[in-house]
Every structure is written in structure tokens, then in C-alpha cells.
């Protein structure tokens, strides 16, 4: 744990990823939250949308699920997804200490979600590690 | 984790209300979140069962001013006292900055307060954390129950059963009408912002070096 500092630069480079691998391809918003439910970047559009109260149930939703796969003898689930009437919302841990949400319309097929999220992992993880 | 972005200029600590089932968490939340100007604060998220216990946690973002040049935004986390939501509770406890340890005052309820601090001192330690590291202030609530006619702990026993090692402030309150409310919430804010802004002067040499803003 302790203190994660985030520089104009680091927020740019990580911005960077998920506006070229993610919304380019029509996801609507993708947040990057850490373990204590900060919001460490997002992009797309977050008009309306209470990113704080979206980041902690989040980040909470993760834990409770960690906890269900212990009692379920699974390792972890890595992955959550929701789908609703109007959005999805796909919920992907990033390393041990990070997770990524992304918000997407039924025009955006979840496969292609799911590829580019796992593609995007190291990426962010490999920046957020050079702290 | 506190996170310093250096990007939109915040740094945010979390905070977290602890203690016993009924010891008046939620309490301490609703008054600050009622006293405080919407310019100042976020919404107030709460997961609640029926009969208003509180489910996972409730959580109230705050700003709170600058420290070099940087916005402190808290979010201010409770958890569900009761003993059996104690993976629950641990869950809250992730990533913490500092504690305010809330201590019921009712003589009937001493057990529960030993109880949860051994709790939150087993919680911390899971995650490599010391309950004598991190910053903590102990709130100890209910004390307008003095002129009714209730058995109470007095400030000593308290003192003796919850506070004797770690020395650490403490403040009397009636979180119900808002006493010492705003007292122990300046005091953790204090302890935590100083906590980990050390940390940040600390790794700026770092940053600097990598050709960082500051
Ligand atoms: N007399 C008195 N009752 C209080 C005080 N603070 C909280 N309470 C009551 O204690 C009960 C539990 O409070 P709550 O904040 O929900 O406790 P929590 O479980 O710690 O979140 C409620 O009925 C509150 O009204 C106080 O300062 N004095
Ligand atoms: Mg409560």
C-alpha cells in the first residue's frame, strides 16, 4: 500500500490507453480505480455520472466477490459484467491492485470489450508500476 | 492508498468510522453530511438492510482545502459493526489513511468496544498495516446519555480499556446532536493529510528525478 502519486504525464499516458484502445472502439466511458476506490483516470463521457459513488461500489463489488470465490474454492474472478437495458458495464481487474470499468451500448459486441481490456491490462499496468 | 494526482491537482485520503454495532458511525456521517455547504461535499452513498443497520458501508466524499497547492478531497467510509460482517468490514479497511475509532459509551456495550478494536487491530495487520503506525482518534460517543438515567462508562474506563497504549487524542461526543463531531473529523483529517503528505515530499525527489511536475 502507502501513497500512489499520479504526475500530468502518468495521467496523460494512461488516458492515452484507454481513448485509444477503448473508446476508439466505441466504449462510452472507462474509468481506472484503485484498491481504496479512487479514481485514478477516466475518459469518455462522464457527464452525469457520479464517478466517486461508481468507484468505491466498485471497488467494493470486487472485494465481496473475491470473498464469494474463497467460499466457493475458486481463485478469483477476475471479471464481473452487468448487462443492462441501455448500458453494460464490464468490471476487469488490473494486476492485484487495480480495476478497470468500462461503460459500453449493446452497438458494441462484450467480446470485443473483453479482448481489448485484456489487451490493455499490461499496458496500464506497466505504467502504473513505473511510479 | 491515498492517491496524489498531480493531474487535476487533489490529493484523497480515505477515512474510515470503525467501532461497534450502534456505537453512532452513520450518526457521525449524517451530521457532517447535513452541516456541511453542497460546495463541499459529495453525495452520501449508503448500503443499508432493513431496520436501517448498516449493510456494507455508507461513504461521504469532503474537501477540505489545500495543501500545497493541492485540493484535499476524504472520503469518509463506516462500517457495518456488527461481529459477523467482519469480511465485510475488512473489505472497508482496504487502501485506508487514517481511523477514527467510535466507542459507545453504554457500560452495557464495553465488551463490543474491546472487542472491535482487537478487530480492527487483527483487520489492519492482514494487510501489513500497525494500529500504532496509522493515524487514529478515538471519538467516544453518546455522552449526553450522562444526565439520563443509563449506566455509563466514564472517559477513565474508557481511556483504560481502549486507549491506555496507544495514546493517541480522543474526543467526547453526542454525535446525535453534533458535539465533538467536527472536533474529531479536524483532528483525523489533520493526522492523515500530515501522514501522507510526509510520504509525497518524501517520493517527490523521486517524481523530480523521473522529470515529474514538481
Ligand atoms: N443518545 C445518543 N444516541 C446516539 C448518539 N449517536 C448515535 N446515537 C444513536 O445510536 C443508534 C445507532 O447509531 P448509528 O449511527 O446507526 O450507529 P452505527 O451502527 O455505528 O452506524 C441510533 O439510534 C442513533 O440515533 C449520541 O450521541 N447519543
Ligand atoms: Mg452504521
Same mark, same amino acid.
Given at each position: 500500500?502507502?501513497?500512489?502519486?499520479?504526475?500530468?504525464? !502518468?495521467? #496523460?499516458?494512461?488516458? $492515452?490507453?484507454?481513448?485509444?484502445?477503448?473508446?476508439?472502439?466505441?466504449?462510452?466511458?472507462?474509468?481506472?480505480?484503485?484498491?481504496?476506490?479512487?479514481?485514478?483516470?477516466?475518459?469518455? @463521457?462522464? @457527464?452525469?455520472?457520479?464517478?466517486?459513488?461508481?468507484?468505491?461500489?466498485?471497488?467494493?463489488?470486487?472485494?465481496?466477490?473475491?470473498?464469494?470465490? !474463497?467460499?466457493?474454492?475458486?481463485?478469483?474472478?477476475?471479471?464481473?459484467?452487468? !448487462?443492462?437495458? !441501455?448500458?453494460?458495464?464490464?468490471?476487469?481487474?488490473?494486476?492485484?491492485?487495480?480495476?478497470?470499468?468500462?461503460?459500453?451500448?449493446?452497438?458494441?459486441?462484450?467480446?470485443?470489450? #473483453?479482448?481489448?481490456?485484456?489487451?490493455?491490462?499490461?499496458?496500464?499496468?506497466?505504467?502504473?508500476? $513505473? @511510479? | 492508498?491515498?492517491?496524489?494526482?498531480?493531474?487535476?491537482?487533489?490529493?484523497?485520503?480515505?477515512?474510515?468510522?470503525?467501532?461497534?454495532?450502534?456505537?453512532?458511525?452513520?450518526?457521525?456521517?449524517?451530521?457532517?453530511?447535513?452541516?456541511?455547504? &453542497?460546495?463541499?461535499?459529495?453525495?452520501?452513498?449508503?448500503?443499508?438492510?432493513? %431496520?436501517?443497520?448498516?449493510?456494507?458501508?455508507?461513504?461521504?466524499?469532503?474537501?477540505? %482545502?489545500?495543501?500545497?497547492?493541492?485540493?484535499?478531497?476524504?472520503?469518509?467510509?463506516?462500517?457495518?459493526?456488527?461481529?459477523?460482517?467482519?469480511?465485510?468490514?475488512?473489505?472497508?479497511?482496504? %487502501?485506508?489513511?487514517?481511523? =477514527?475509532?467510535?466507542?459507545?459509551?453504554?457500560?452495557?456495550?464495553?465488551?463490543?468496544?474491546? &472487542?472491535?478494536?482487537?478487530?480492527?487491530?487483527?483487520?489492519?495487520?492482514?494487510?501489513?498495516?500497525?494500529?500504532?503506525?496509522?493515524?487514529?482518534?478515538?471519538?467516544?460517543?453518546?455522552?449526553?446519555? =450522562?444526565?439520563?438515567?443509563?449506566?455509563?462508562?466514564?472517559?477513565? &474506563?474508557?481511556? +483504560?480499556?481502549?486507549?491506555? +497504549?496507544?495514546?493517541?487524542?480522543?474526543? +467526547?461526543?453526542?454525535?446525535?446532536?453534533?458535539? %465533538?463531531?467536527? &472536533?474529531?473529523?479536524?483532528?483525523?483529517?489533520?493526522?492523515?493529510?500530515?501522514?501522507?503528505?510526509?510520504?509525497?515530499?518524501?517520493?517527490?525527489?523521486?517524481?523530480?528525478?523521473?522529470?515529474?511536475?514538481?
Amino acid at each position: 500500500m502507502g501513497t500512489m502519486i499520479v504526475t500530468d504525464e !502518468k495521467a #496523460r499516458q494512461l488516458k $492515452e490507453v484507454l481513448d485509444r484502445q477503448l473508446l476508439a472502439i466505441g466504449v462510452s466511458l472507462a474509468i481506472l480505480i484503485d484498491e481504496a476506490g479512487n479514481v485514478i483516470v477516466s475518459a469518455g @463521457n462522464v @457527464n452525469g455520472v457520479d464517478t466517486t459513488s461508481l468507484a468505491a461500489l466498485a471497488a467494493a463489488n470486487f472485494g465481496a466477490t473475491a470473498q464469494i470465490a !474463497k467460499l466457493l474454492g475458486e481463485e478469483d474472478f477476475s471479471i464481473l459484467y452487468h !448487462k443492462g437495458k !441501455k448500458d453494460n458495464i464490464h468490471f476487469s481487474k488490473i494486476g492485484m491492485d487495480f480495476i478497470l470499468v468500462t461503460v459500453f451500448t449493446d452497438d458494441i459486441p462484450l467480446g470485443l470489450v #473483453r479482448l481489448r481490456v485484456s489487451q490493455v491490462a499490461q499496458e496500464l499496468l506497466d505504467l502504473l508500476a $513505473e @511510479n | 492508498m491515498a492517491l496524489i494526482d498531480l493531474n487535476r491537482k487533489e490529493i484523497h485520503c480515505k477515512i474510515v468510522y470503525y467501532g461497534p454495532g450502534r456505537s453512532g458511525k452513520t450518526t457521525n456521517l449524517f451530521y457532517i453530511y447535513n452541516a456541511v455547504s &453542497e460546495k463541499y461535499r459529495g453525495k452520501l452513498l449508503t448500503i443499508e438492510t432493513r %431496520g436501517e443497520r448498516t449493510l456494507f458501508f455508507d461513504l461521504l466524499p469532503i474537501n477540505l %482545502g489545500q495543501i500545497h497547492g493541492l485540493n484535499i478531497r476524504l472520503q469518509l467510509y463506516t462500517v457495518p459493526g456488527q461481529s459477523h460482517y467482519r469480511a465485510t468490514r475488512k473489505l472497508v479497511l482496504k %487502501g485506508v489513511d487514517g481511523i =477514527v475509532f467510535v466507542a459507545d459509551s453504554l457500560r452495557k456495550r464495553r465488551e463490543k468496544n474491546i &472487542e472491535s478494536l482487537l478487530d480492527l487491530k487483527n483487520n489492519l495487520r492482514d494487510y501489513g498495516l500497525d494500529l500504532a503506525q496509522i493515524p487514529l482518534v478515538f471519538q467516544y460517543n453518546k455522552r449526553d446519555l =450522562v444526565t439520563a438515567n443509563v449506566p455509563l462508562l466514564t472517559i477513565e &474506563e474508557l481511556q +483504560e480499556d481502549l486507549n491506555k +497504549e496507544l495514546q493517541v487524542p480522543y474526543f +467526547e461526543a453526542a454525535a446525535a446532536k453534533g458535539i %465533538g463531531v467536527f &472536533e474529531t473529523l479536524k483532528e483525523i483529517s489533520k493526522r492523515t493529510v500530515k501522514f501522507v503528505a510526509r510520504k509525497y515530499v518524501f517520493s517527490s525527489e523521486k517524481v523530480r528525478a523521473q522529470g515529474g511536475v514538481i
